[in-house]
Each structure stands twice: as C-alpha cells, then as structure tokens.
C-alpha cells in the first residue's frame, strides 16, 4: 500500500475554495509535489514545497506543509469546473524514486 | 522543448507479440522513469534510468525489458505479456538531484488480448 495517504474523493462548488490533504511518511524528504491528473492524460507537476517552508503560494494554489505531523494541503482558490482531476500528493525518496498517495478525486460541480 | 514524448499513445497486442513503448525528452534531463498506472489507482514505478543506466527495478517480470540508449531515449520492450499488465504506461524524466520534480508523458495506453 501506499505510504502516503490521501482522502479518495472531494466535491465542491464552482467559485468555493477546495481543501486536498495529505500526510506524508518521510520526514528526510526535500521537497513534496502536487500533481494533477486529467482523465487519460499523464501526470502535470502543479506545484511543489521545499520541506523548510511553511507554505507556498501559486496564483490560485496555497500549499500548507506542517512537517511536524508530516501534513501536506493543497488549496484551490476559486475552484472551476476545469479542475476537476485527480490530485496527488508525492514525495520523492533518497533513490530519486517519486512514491505517490492514492489521488484525490476532485468534482467541481456548477 | 519542454515534453515528454511517448509512442505510441494507444497499443493492442496479443500474448504472443513483442512490441515496444518509446519515451524521448531534449530538456537535459539524465534520469528517466517507466510507471504503470491501473485505472483508478496512483502510478507505480516500474524502472529507474540515472545516466543512462539502470538504478532501480522494482522486481518487475522479465517480460518487461527497458533500455536507455542514450540520455534523451527510453524504451520498454515487452514479451509475452498477460491481460493483467494492461494498463497505462507512463514515462517521465528529471534532473538527478534537486528542485523541479517529474515531466510526465501523457502515457501509452496499453491493451493485451
């Protein structure tokens, strides 16, 4: 099973703010990634966070990292219908091997 | 450039068949990965190219076989393959150490008859 674990399934709004959350095992890792899956396409890197930040903000997307209970959030500002997707939340090992949570699946309703 | 290109994008192939999946990247990136990705559930990492050479294989079958022949290049070659291994066959590259994460493909969706 996954070391990283995330939530299966999130549903929101158009225009409402969604939360996706993850908890992470790693503590050595560098950096944690948000990933976004369209259906039947590959993975997008949306966003990333150095693991000495607390947080990082990207136009629409805010990461929250709490590295002391090893939690990782991402939030979509004014969420669309175009972010529906599968969200995962990743952290890469010691191996450059990237180990990902099970992906949120993300439903914007209008 | 900044893609990863795979083909193809969708294979058929029966059990007895040999085929292989292509992966090129021209952003200098010199670490290069093979995951497989069931419907529904996260990708799973199959192979790791560093330099062009072989660093992890996660005990995948010998039925699948990859080559790096240079450090823009991917293969997988597969042989003999079972239903079961259909599914989507994504690859991606990095840089070896450092920020700026994975550049997936958009995958080759792979059937097995």
């Known amino acids: 099973g996954e070391d990283v674990e995330q939530s299966l399934f999130l549903s929101v709004r158009e225009g409402d703010s969604s939360v996706i959350n993850c908890t992470y095992t790693d503590s050595s890792s560098t950096y944690l990634y948000w990933y976004k899956q369209e259906p039947g396409a590959g993975l997008q890197l949306l966003t990333y966070i150095f693991s000495n930040m607390d947080m990082k903000q990207d136009q629409r997307l805010t990461v929250l990292l709490n590295k002391k209970d090893k939690h990782l959030s991402l939030r979509i500002a004014d969420t669309q219908t175009g972010d529906s997707a599968i969200y995962f939340c990743a952290e890469e090992g010691n191996n450059n091997d990237m180990r990902f949570g099970a992906g949120t699946r993300l439903t914007v309703k209008p | 450039d900044t893609e990863v290109t795979q083909t193809p994008k969708h294979l058929v192939m029966g059990m007895t068949n040999k085929k292989s999946l292509k992966c090129e990247q021209h952003?200098?990136?010199?670490?290069m990965y093979w995951y497989k990705q069931k419907a529904k559930k996260p990708p799973e990492l199959m192979f790791v190219?560093?330099?062009?050479?072989?660093?992890i294989n996660e005990s995948v079958p010998s039925r699948f076989s990859p080559e790096c022949p240079n450090s823009s290049l991917l293969n997988l070659h597969l042989h003999a393959l079972q239903p079961e291994d259909s599914a989507l066959y994504l690859c991606a590259s990095s840089q070896v150490k450092g920020v700026g994460g994975y550049t997936f493909g958009s995958g080759t969706r792979l059937t097995v008859v």
């Open positions: 952003m200098g990136h010199r670490a």
């Open positions: 190219y560093s330099y062009e050479k072989l660093s």
